[in-house]
């Protein structure tokens, strides 16, 4: 089973850019689904996107299409989540996680889940 | 986008307490439904997928069922160790949406 493992928590002024990563172990990162959950404070969760490391097919939540970017490099196991002009509605825990399903027809479910990593933005 | 909407927002119960938590998907999603714990300061964690393949290692105090557009999460005896939130999440059309989430909190 795979292991995820997120960067630490960020603190940025609106504007700024940032990227924040999730770096998987073992060698079957390429073949895993990495999608991306945010949870504001005090709220509940929302998936922004999925990356398929191995080809770099992403789908986006359309909510988040086009206020971030999803990417990965198979080579070293990472995702990545980045923005590059932060807002203050940012700030938020955002987790990484694995989709897993058994079979293209089976149900799938995030069965892996980062340590989440706390972005913050404010003046 | 398909509305995943939880019932009741919040629960209070007891140690020993059966808790029932209902998830309705305003469309048909089959069977493409996980459920997740999360304790305050934690990941989630996945307990159900599939409305009702209990994930490894998850106890078989926790159970679900349903299929198309309403399931339930049903945890039997509940122990200090449930007092969590509950998430529902459809997995079957994109964009993959949750409910809203169900706080099971200590009478």
């Known amino acids: 089973e795979v292991k995820l493992v997120q960067s630490g928590a960020e603190v940025k002024k609106p504007g700024e850019s940032l990227k924040i990563s999730c770096k998987g172990s073992g060698q079957e990162f390429p073949n895993y689904w990495i999608g991306w959950v945010r949870q504001m404070p005090g709220k509940g969760l929302e998936w922004m996107g999925i990356?398929?490391?191995?080809?770099?097919?992403?789908t986006y939540n359309p909510s988040f299409q086009g206020q971030v970017t999803i990417s990965a490099d198979k080579s070293i196991g990472t995702s990545y989540l980045q923005w590059s002009s932060l807002e203050a509605s940012d700030t938020a825990l955002y987790y990484c996680v694995t989709f897993y399903r058994a079979g293209q027809s089976v149900p799938g479910a995030f069965d892996v889940w980062g340590q989440g990593t706390v972005v913050t933005v404010s003046s | 986008d398909i509305q995943m909407t939880q019932s009741p927002s919040s629960v209070s119960a007891s140690v020993g307490d059966r808790v029932t938590i209902t998830c309705r998907a305003n469309e048909d999603i089959g069977r493409w439904l996980a459920w997740y714990q999360q304790k305050p300061g934690k990941a989630p964690k996945l307990l159900i997928w599939?409305?009702?393949n209990l994930q490894g290692g998850v106890p078989s105090k926790f159970s679900g069922s349903g299929s198309g557009t309403q399931f339930t999460l049903t945890i039997s005896s509940l122990q200090p160790d449930d007092f969590a939130s509950y998430y529902c999440q459809q997995t079957d059309n994109f964009p993959w949406t949750f409910g809203q989430g169900t706080k099971v909190e200590l009478k």
């Open positions: 599939g409305a009702s």
């Open positions: 990356i398929y490391p191995g080809d770099s097919d992403t």
